[in-house]
């Protein structure tokens, strides 16, 4: 069946406020790319539900979605709640959809998780919040769509399923969601000594995990022999019913919060492996810092899924979308030329250093 691609135009006017890292566009951006390339017709197109408190529930706790929805309501948090749920401090700012954004994500990958039960490969950008909690919220993260899709699996009756992790920082919310249950086993490659701090390479959650932090400086040569030496092996060993794919965009060489090199070559070579390893896959967004590398990079996704050749260059109407925006870090004075007319990054090849050759065999003898 063909990919199905679930959106929302929730995220095109929303902001974090501006001077979060999540003042720039994403989703709205890789949205608009599909479309002005030809790849996303109405009939493959799903809107986002927005996921109701019973749905909620089945992970977070009832007095935080509350909160949650008085926050929006109000605009303002008392510092009791501050202080409970983490909402309004820890980056995790009050802003005008602080309940419903995230709770679209959240309907989003759970309809997602449905339609890939049928077997389908299923494309939710807007997905991917990896560090929300129960109780608070973490990591710019309100609540857990990850674990909301993955509980939909698992609800559908499904016992052998993978969430593979790629986003510069350990998806440590999901992993301690499903600690010691065997019916999800979780993989997190990301940058080691990066925050959350978690994810050492001894970490197995008692036994449903692996954790793979590379080191910075990370490059493609390095990626796809992380994913050949340790990751894939270990996939196919588990032989899922199921594999969800968080595909942060912070690891690309240009994010600003992290200090990963890869290209989204590296992207579209993961999303290429899993394809061919499962009929069952749902693709979420997750980190992503750069307005034009991560549209660009969930877009090549996209395209991957469906097969499509990438253009040596983007129609014109792709490349003004991608003209017009602007970005106030350091990166965002002088983007370089390929940001506005390719999808594709050069490759970002180099030397497989000793420090990736002992983790990938670490990995593989735990």
């Known amino acids: 069946m063909a990919p199905l691609y679930v959106g929302s135009e929730i995220y095109r006017n929303s902001s974090y406020g501006p001077k979060h890292p999540l003042a720039v566009p994403r989703v709205s951006v890789c949205t608009d790319l599909c479309r002005a390339l030809g790849w996303l017709p109405n009939d493959v197109y799903r809107d986002a539900p927005m996921a109701t408190e019973d749905q909620l529930t089945r992970f977070h706790d009832p007095a935080y979605i509350a909160a949650l929805r008085q926050a929006e309501r109000e605009q303002s948090v008392t510092d009791a709640i501050r202080t409970r749920f983490r909402i309004g401090a820890d980056g995790n700012p009050v802003y005008r959809e602080v309940f419903s954004r995230p709770a679209t994500s959240a309907g989003g990958v759970m309809l997602a998780a449905k339609l ?50 790629i986003d510069a920082h350990h998806g440590d919310g999901v992993q301690d969601a499903f600690h010691d249950d065997t019916r999800v086993f979780t993989i997190s490659l990301h940058e080691h000594a990066r925050w959350p701090f978690t994810g050492a390479a001894t970490d197995t959650a008692g036994g449903t995990a692996r954790n793979v932090p590379v080191p910075a400086g990370c490059n493609d040569s390095e990626f796809d022999h992380v994913m050949q030496t340790a990751i894939l092996p270990l996939i196919d060993r588990l032989q899922p019913q199921a594999i969800m794919l968080q595909a942060g965009a912070d690891g690309l060489e240009e994010d600003p919060l992290a200090k990963l090199s890869l290209s989204n070559n590296s992207h579209r070579s993961v999303v290429q492996a899993l394809m061919q390893r499962t009929s069952r896959l749902v693709v979420l967004g997750g980190g992503g810092y750069n307005p034009w590398t991560v549209g660009r990079c969930w877009a090549l996704i996209w395209g991957t899924l469906n097969n499509h050749s990438i253009p040596g260059r983007l129609p014109p109407e792709a490349e003004a979308g991608l003209r017009a925006l602007t970005f106030d870090r350091a990166a965002g004075r002088n983007p370089p030329e390929h940001w506005f007319s390719t999808l594709l990054d050069p490759p970002r090849t180099g030397p497989i250093r000793d420090a990736i050759r002992h983790l990938t065999r670490e990995i593989s003898i735990i």
């Open 116 to 165: 890939a039960a049928e077997g389908r490969h299923v494309h939710c950008p807007g997905g991917g919040t990896h560090h929300g909690r129960p109780n608070r919220a973490s990591g710019f993260c309100y609540l857990n769509d990850c674990v909301l899709g993955l509980l939909t699996w698992l609800d559908l009756g499904l016992d052998r399923i993978v969430y593979l992790d």
